[in-house]
C-alpha cells in the first residue's frame, strides 16, 4: 500500500517567531503516525527548523537548481540540502514555474539531478484555469510528467503532486471527483508510460486551497494519496488535514 503522505509547503513565509508557534503545534499533534509528514521550508529557516523538529515530521527544501556548485549566485543545490541533513526538496512548483519561468526541462534537470545526489522529490503539476477550460488538463499533467519521466531512472523517491494552478491560493478546491479524475488518469499515464510497479506504488497527492474542512472528503478517493497544503500548513488545521485518513 501507498502510505499517505502530507506535506506543508510554507512558500516565503514564517519568521523564527511564527516558526516556533507552528512547530509548537506539531510537536502537540497528536500526528497520525500512518501519515509520513514532510514540511517545506524557506532555505534560510531549514538548518533551524530541523533543529527543532519534532522526530516524527521531515524537512524539505522547496527548490534547489541542477548542479551540485559553482557560480549560479543565489541558488542552492542538492548536495547542500544534504550536507544539512534535508532529505527532501519540492520542484516545479506553479510559483516556480509561472512566476519564476521555470520550463519542463528545467524542472526535469532539477528532478534527475535531486535524485542522483540522494534528495527525495516532491513533484509539482497541474494546469492553468485557461487550460482546464479548454480541455487541456491531461495534455498539460502528461506533458509535465512526461519530461521528468525521461531524465529519471528511477520513481521510488517521488512523490508527484498534482497542484491544478486555479486551485492554488484561491480557496476554490477541486472537488474529490475532480482531483480523483486526474490522479487516475496519471497511474494511468504511469502504467502505459513507465510500468505497472510505479503506477500502482507512485504516490499522487493533491495541492491546492485543501483545508481541514475539505481534506476528509479528499482523502477517501482512492487515488488521492495525501496533499500537499500552502496556507493551511501555517496553521494548527495542519494537524487536522495530516490527520484526515483517521
Ligand atoms: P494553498 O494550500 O495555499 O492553496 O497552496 C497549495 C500549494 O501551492 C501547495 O504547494
Known amino acids: 500500500g501507498r502510505k499517505f503522505f502530507v506535506g506543508g509547503n510554507w512558500k516565503m513565509n514564517?519568521?523564527?517567531?511564527?516558526?516556533?508557534?507552528?512547530?509548537a503545534f506539531l510537536k502537540?499533534?497528536?500526528?497520525?503516525?500512518?501519515?509520513?509528514?514532510?514540511?517545506g521550508v524557506p532555505s534560510i529557516y531549514l538548518t533551524y527548523v530541523k533543529s527543532i523538529l519534532p522526530a516524527n515530521v521531515n524537512i524539505s527544501?522547496?527548490?534547489?537548481?541542477?548542479?551540485t556548485k559553482g557560480a549560479y549566485t543565489g541558488e542552492i543545490s542538492p548536495a547542500m540540502l544534504l550536507d544539512n541533513g534535508i532529505p527532501w526538496v519540492i520542484l516545479g512548483h506553479s510559483e516556480r514555474r509561472n512566476v519564476f519561468g521555470e520550463t519542463d526541462e528545467l524542472i526535469a534537470d532539477k528532478v534527475a539531478h535531486a535524485l542522483e545526489t540522494g534528495v527525495k522529490v516532491i513533484a509539482c503539476i497541474g494546469?492553468?484555469?485557461?487550460?482546464?477550460?479548454?480541455?487541456?488538463?491531461?495534455?498539460?499533467?502528461?506533458?509535465?510528467?512526461?519530461?521528468?519521466?525521461?531524465?529519471?531512472?528511477?520513481?521510488d523517491n517521488v512523490v508527484v503532486a498534482y497542484e491544478p494552478?486555479?486551485?492554488?491560493?484561491?480557496?476554490?478546491?477541486?472537488?474529490?471527483?475532480?482531483a480523483q479524475e486526474v490522479h487516475e488518469k496519471l497511474r494511468q499515464w504511469f502504467s502505459q508510460n513507465v510500468n505497472a510497479t510505479v503506477a500502482e506504488?507512485?504516490?499522487?497527492?493533491?495541492?491546492?486551497?485543501?483545508?481541514?474542512?475539505?481534506a476528509k472528503d479528499l482523502a477517501k478517493e482512492k487515488d488521492i494519496d495525501g496533499f500537499l497544503v500552502g496556507g493551511a500548513?501555517?496553521?494548527?488545521?495542519?494537524?487536522?488535514?495530516?490527520?484526515?485518513k483517521q
Open 127 to 155: 494546469e492553468k484555469l485557461e487550460e482546464r477550460e479548454a480541455g487541456k488538463t491531461e495534455e498539460v499533467v502528461f506533458r509535465q510528467t512526461k519530461a521528468i519521466a525521461d531524465k529519471i531512472k528511477s520513481w
Open 165 to 178: 494552478v486555479w486551485a492554488i491560493g484561491t480557496g476554490k478546491t477541486a472537488t474529490p471527483q475532480q
Open 28 to 39: 502537540n499533534g497528536p500526528l497520525d503516525p500512518n501519515v509520513e509528514i514532510v514540511v
Open 233 to 244: 500548513s501555517l496553521k494548527p488545521d495542519f494537524v487536522q488535514i495530516v490527520n484526515a
Open 61 to 67: 527544501g522547496q527548490n534547489a537548481y541542477k548542479v
Open 14 to 23: 514564517g519568521t523564527k517567531s511564527e516558526i516556533d508557534g507552528i512547530v
Open 201 to 214: 506504488n507512485v504516490r499522487i497527492i493533491y495541492g491546492g486551497s485543501v483545508t481541514a474542512e475539505n
